[in-house]
């Protein structure tokens, strides 16, 4: 079943658009996303269509992808009017020529199975990736790039902080393969930053939080893809761990909502974290939620040798959310009703 058929999905959407700050200042534009058919990628590309369909905001969405056969499975059902599909590896120089006002890179493996089996290609579509993106945004003329880069790069933070702000910088083991993905995503903000200053290319940064929501791929091993699965199939959720770490969740609607106030009202050369302040809680915490409301149990058990090899070193990843508020941006689910409402879209899907 095609999202666009389930009223929930479209319902939140809805919400996202007008939860997102100065989304009006990109009516009239051109949008290139690469990562157009992942979890994150994919809800703000349907964002700007549906502003498209209910505002006559006028956007012209570039989905860009590896696949365009996931493309089309991924919009089956939606308008093409003002959508335009880009099969092209983010790794490799673009062989495509259209102007760009905005550019969003959202394409990276984000999942710890990814990073345990490509942690090379882990690094180069965040350095190599961005690299093609940023000069093809100078010789286009675009007028701003945001680069989806993670929480992640806190590393092993204090744990004697209560939130961390965009200026603390936590500690990643260099010498670890398992660092792929946040040293990677800490290397290309940096050039994004680089291209501002060297170039004058205006690009903004955003670190999202631990996000979920029903548009996560079927590749996704992340715990809290996970749990919602087991929970759907009416099966235990088994925990690896006692689930102590503490994590600001974002439902996909707010993170959305959140990068598009960032590409829209960001001060340029900045990074901004992407969380809720109302919605913290522990792993533990998160599964539990899962399955009181699937009517399922949760179960601790002794980690394999995969599921060690694809822990997160991570103890603590709660984010400040003051900057993004700061632009005026406000949350609008909670971790029960985002779960609650992941399962109800993913149930009629």
């Known amino acids: ?13 809805g919400i996202a658009v007008n939860a997102a700050v100065g989304m009006e200042r990109l009516y ?32 012209t969405v570039y989905a860009m992808d590896l696949s365009e056969e996931r493309l089309f499975a991924r919009f089956e059902g939606v308008g093409m009017e003002r959508l ?17 006002d905005y550019i969003i890179h959202a394409a990276s493996p984000a999942f710890p199975a990814a990073f345990n ?12 990736g961005t690299k093609y993106l940023l000069d093809y945004g100078r010789e286009h003329g675009t007028k701003r790039m945001l680069y989806i880069s993670s929480g992640e790069v806190y590393g092993q933070g204090d744990l004697s902080l209560e939130a961390f702000e965009e200026t603390y910088s936590g500690y990643v083991d260099p010498t670890s393969a398992r660092s792929c993905y946040p040293n990677g995503k800490r290397a290309a ?9 060297q170039f004058g290319l205006d ?19 992340r715990a809290n893809a996970q749990f919602v699965n087991k929970g759907l199939a009416g099966e235990d959720i088994v925990l690896n761990s006692a689930g102590n770490q503490m994590r600001s969740y974002t439902y996909l609607a707010d993170s959305a909502s959140a990068i598009i106030t960032v590409l829209a009202c960001g001060e340029s050369g900045n990074a901004y974290n992407i969380a809720n302040s109302q919605s913290r809680t522990t792993i533990a915490g998160f599964a539990k939620e899962v399955a009181a409301q699937t009517g399922t149990k949760v179960i601790f058990a002794d980690p394999d040798e995969v599921a060690k090899a694809e822990m997160s070193p991570i ?6 959310s003051k900057k993004l508020e700061g632009l005026g941006w406000k949350g609008q689910f909670t971790v029960e009703e985002g779960i609650r409402h992941t399962l109800d879209i993913m149930r009629e899907l």
């Open 28 to 59: 009239g534009s051109s949008v290139l996303i690469a990562g157009a058919s992942g979890l994150i990628g994919s809800f703000m590309a349907d964002m700007f269509l549906y502003a498209n369909k209910n505002m006559n905001a006028d956007i």
């Open 203 to 221: 690009t903004v940064m955003v670190r999202p939080s631990h996000t979920y929501g029903p548009t996560v791929t079927r590749a996704d091993n």
């Open 84 to 100: 335009h599909f880009v099969e092209h590896n983010v790794n490799e120089l673009p062989d495509f020529d259209f102007p760009a």
């Open 117 to 128: 089996s490509d942690p090379v290609g882990t690094v180069m579509s965040n350095i190599l």
């Open 189 to 197: 903000e940096t050039l994004c930053a680089s291209y501002t200053k």
């Open 315 to 320: 103890a603590k990843q709660v984010l400040s």
């Open 1 to 13: 079943m095609s999202f666009y058929k389930s009223e929930n999905y479209i319902k939140d959407v």
